[in-house]
């Protein structure tokens, strides 16, 4: 069965580091996401992404975030300076269509530690 | 903004038997979706459930059901027959438009043999 996977399974970096987190959604999936959950709190959306262009995002996903699919199979996330509060479990996650009507696969997160 | 309220940290249920999970949500939309959605131990996210919230009829898979009572914006997930796989975090979500998910913080389901 298709499943999106996610690499690395664990990143830890230094404060005011650049990190990139990788994801390769389903192959036939149209639209794509990233939410981050930190320790012990919500799971939150970031930003959805479709026909190559972010088409939603939250007050969280601000200049510091952009994301990008760099080729066909990889959606990636990019924080530019990192931060202590960066620090959270990093979903990707895909649908064919639109969330409402279609399910969103999500992948088994990256936990990113900022020190 | 719509927010999703899990009130129940932790449950337990004995194999075979019956549990429901508890779910509210503050909308102002008249039409909207709900789900729930399964997180087992170091794995994936999975949808459970969904209901459609112009739908009157509350949404069944297999042992799982839910109890949609929009006027109450209630929205509980009932298992029956407990399983030991059905031991995980269980987390409701909310979309009225767009893509973004709202999610509650979720509960931790334990399921004893």
């Known amino acids: 069965e298709p499943e999106v996977t996610q690499t690395p399974s664990h990143q830890v970096t230094q404060m005011g580091q650049e990190v990139i987190l990788r994801c390769v959604p389903i192959?036939?999936?149209?639209?794509f996401y990233w939410y981050r959950q930190i320790l012990g709190q919500k799971v939150e959306f970031l930003v959805s992404f479709y026909n190559n262009e972010i088409s939603e995002k939250s007050e969280i996903f601000d200049d510091q975030f952009s994301v990008e699919r760099p080729d066909g199979s990889n959606f990636t996330l990019k924080i530019r300076s990192t931060k202590l509060e960066d620090s959270a479990m990093y979903f990707c996650a895909s649908s064919y269509g639109g969330v409402s009507y279609n399910e969103q696969f999500f992948g088994p997160g990256t936990r990113l530690t900022v020190l | 903004a719509q927010t999703v309220t899990q009130s129940q940290p932790e449950m337990s249920v004995q194999e075979a038997e019956t549990v429901t999970l508890s779910c509210t949500y503050d909308t102002s939309e008249s039409d909207y979706y709900l789900f729930w959605y399964k997180q087992p131990p170091s794995r994936q996210m999975i949808l459970v459930i969904r209901q459609e919230a112009y739908k009157q009829q509350n949404a069944t898979e297999n042992r799982f059901s839910v109890n949609f009572q929009k006027a109450a914006k209630s929205f509980s997930l009932k298992i029956s027959d407990s399983q030991l796989g059905d031991a995980a975090m269980y987390f409701c979500?909310?979309?009225?438009?767009?893509?973004?998910?709202?999610f509650g913080g979720g509960t931790r389901l334990m399921v004893k043999p």
């Open positions: 979500a909310y979309n009225n438009a767009g893509n973004m998910l709202t």
């Open positions: 192959s036939n999936h149209l639209y």
